[in-house]
T-cell receptor, first 115, second 116 residues
Framework: QQPVQSPQAVILREGEDAVINCSSSKALYSVHWYRQKHGEAPVFLMILLKGGEQKGHDKISASFNEKKQQSSLYLTASQLSYSGTYFCGTEGSNAGGTSYGKLTFGQGTILTVHP | SAVISQKPSRDICQRGTSLTIQCQVDSQVTMMFWYRQQPGQSLTLIATANQGSEATYESGFVIDKFPISRPNLTFSTLTVSNMSPEDSSIYLC?????????????FGQGTRLTVV
């Protein structure tokens, strides 16, 4: 089942912050975040596995709620290089508590950062 | 990590013809995945390719239209058969997620297909 991403698009000026959300109707095994620039393959940002987890590097971080149904990506002090389309990819859990090993992607959030 | 070489990078094809896309990984992987990304859209999983068994197709995708081969643990092909303009998309192969701790998905650079 495809996760729901919001918002669909965000326009920022350099230095501003943004939050992108990803929601599932079922508990997930993991959430991945990717950024894709036009004409390129998606680039991995981070993966979250545990309920309540928060992680990040530089000025990009993400959280995974306790129920493992919602994740948010936080972009702080945005830079021009942050522009692109952000996708969350979710792994579902099987009956054994492990993943099926395949990702289902949200519809994407277009982030545009202006000078 | 994994490095994936995908080719061709782009092609323009006549309707009714077929195109085979190749995906080579620099390490052995159990599962390989094929995605389609239509213009301005998200990535949609076509099928999962396991070595030594038939590919598993997602709803809306069939083997006759998208036959897949997986002859060994480092290589897979996807054929787009009897093409129509609606097949114009980017096709990506990927390896991911052994399910034992979570790892990132690695993608090939994609094949940009235009059907005329």
């Amino acid at each position: 089942q495809q996760p729901v991403q919001s918002p669909q698009a965000v326009i920022l000026r350099e230095g501003e912050d943004a939050v992108i959300n990803c929601s599932s109707s079922k508990a997930l095994y993991s959430v991945h975040w990717y950024r894709q620039k036009h004409g390129e393959a998606p680039v991995f940002l981070m993966i979250l596995l545990k309920g309540g987890e928060q992680k990040g590097h530089d000025k990009i971080s993400a959280s995974f709620n306790e129920k493992k149904q919602q994740s948010s990506l936080y972009l702080t002090a945005s830079q021009l290089s942050y522009s692109g389309t952000y996708f969350c990819g979710t792994e579902g859990s099987n009956a054994g508590g492990t993943s099926y090993g395949k990702l289902t992607f949200g519809q994407g959030t277009i982030l545009t950062v202006h000078p | 990590s994994a490095v994936i070489s995908q080719k061709p990078s782009r092609d323009i094809c006549q309707r009714g013809t077929s195109l085979t896309i190749q995906c080579q990984v620099d390490s052995q992987v159990t599962m390989m995945f094929w995605y389609r990304q239509q213009p301005g859209q998200s990535l949609t999983l076509i099928a999962t390719a396991n070595q030594g068994s038939e590919a598993t197709y997602e709803s809306g995708f069939v083997i006759d239209k998208f036959p897949i081969s997986r002859p060994n643990l480092t290589f897979s092909t996807l054929t787009v058969s009897n093409m129509s303009p609606e097949d114009s998309s980017i096709y990506l192969c990927s390896v991911c997620c052994p399910g034992t701790g979570g790892t990132e998905a690695f993608f090939g650079q994609g094949t940009r297909l235009t059907v005329v």
